[in-house]
């Protein structure tokens, strides 16, 4: 079954009540049973829920998994993955990480004696020289928020076989429908899927795929005794999402591409960043593992001008200026106020997260819009 028919029908079947052709919203908290341990595979919601297993399927169908897991939150997700851990492990991560996962790692779990070492990972080999035994996990996000960093997943799979620790790989930026990590080595997949995967910024939602059934079970397990699952309606619009997500995405990377190769070229600004310009670093491993660019843009001023930043964003009429990304609309973030608020200044500045840095989400509305309202705000 090809992407775009397997978006529409991976992993789905006809409800068996009445065969609705949509999954039905399965609002309820517990289920009857005939005898005690008598039931159709439904006891209690927190456990598993018809809407939550529809999506769960959807998830893994897409990124050619086997068993997908749906959270309350991509940081639930996170923090599941990070429950596989005991004190005294260590992780390795990419040092360009999205703020509210460096918040996780380094307020909540470096308490509970979890290590973390955040490295540059545009050159795979930089992470052999942070490898101990004691490295459980290695956490990869690629593009990376925000400066949109590219690693490449099969090499830094292949290392992390070579020393038998976990491959996780954060796919918020680039979907199922660019870039499927599974495929090339990665253990573990997460999604916010409150970005792309919904598309339409109405509801807050996460989600892991695996293929292995231990590592499945595990999950499930932290899942189920922790509790952070989504609510079914969450999952039916999430699911609902789902199945335009390729011809948004189409429309999201033909934008973008019109975006970044406009503020490549205007004089008022100095750093762009988007995989699918030449000039990228990685851009090379972009063409080999995506399929696309991404919809995401982040830019500075010339001059590291936040005052120029801020008038930038406060004029724009089209971007609304807000957290999140991947919706229909395009969103503008003005990230070491916002989505990294929560990085110490001088580790921001380090990986490129400048106070004149602005990430762009660029929408699915007509480009020339699009252009016209950058070129207004930037003057």
Known sequence: ?????????????????????????????TYSQSTP?????????????PTRYALEKAFASLENGKYGLAFSSG???????????????????????????????????????IKFHLVGMKNPNTIK??????????????PTNPILSIIDVMEVSKIAKAHHILLAVDNTFATPYLQQPLDLGADIVMHSATKYLSGHSDV?????????????????????????????????????????????????????????????THPKIENVYWPGLK??????????????FGGVVSFSTKG???????????????FTLAESLGGVESLANHSASMSHVSVPKV??????????????????????????DLKNAIG
Not at 37 to 49: I, P
Not at 83 to 91: Q, S
Not at 92 to 103: M, P, W
Not at 351 to 364: A, E, T
Request: charged share 25%; glycine share 8%; hydrophobic share 40%.
């Open 1 to 29: 079954m090809k992407f775009n028919t397997k978006i529409i029908h991976g992993g789905q079947e006809h409800d068996l009540a009445y065969n609705a052709v949509v999954s039905p919203i399965y609002q309820t908290s």
């Open 37 to 49: 341990g008598g039931h159709k595979g439904y006891q209690y919601s927190r456990s598993a829920n």
């Open 75 to 113: 940081l639930a997700a996170i923090d599941a993955v990070l429950k596989l851990l005991k004190p005294g492990d260590e992780v390795i991560s990419t040092v360009d990480l999205y703020g509210g996962t460096y918040r996780l790692f380094t307020n909540i779990y470096e308490d509970f004696g």
């Open 129 to 142: 020289d942070f490898i101990t035994p004691n490295t459980k996990l290695i956490w990869v996000e690629t």
């Open 204 to 264: 807050v939602l996460g989600g892991l795929v695996v293929k292995d059934k231990d590592l499945a079970d595990r999950l499930y397990f932290i899942q189920n005794a922790s509790g952070a699952i989504c609510g079914p309606q969450d999952a039916f619009l999430v699911l609902r999402g789902l199945k335009t997500l390729h011809v948004r995405m189409q429309r999201h990377c033909e934008n973008a591409k019109t975006v970044a190769e406009y503020l490549n």
């Open 279 to 292: 000039s990228h670093h990685n851009h090379h491993i972009a063409e080999s593992q995506m399929h696309d």
């Open 304 to 318: 590291n001008d936040y005052n120029a930043a801020v008038k930038i964003v406060e004029n724009l009429k089209i």
């Open 347 to 372: 580790e921001r500045e380090k990986i490129g997260v400048l106070d004149s840095l602005i990430r762009l989400s660029v929408g699915i509305e007509d480009k020339t819009d699009i252009i016209t």
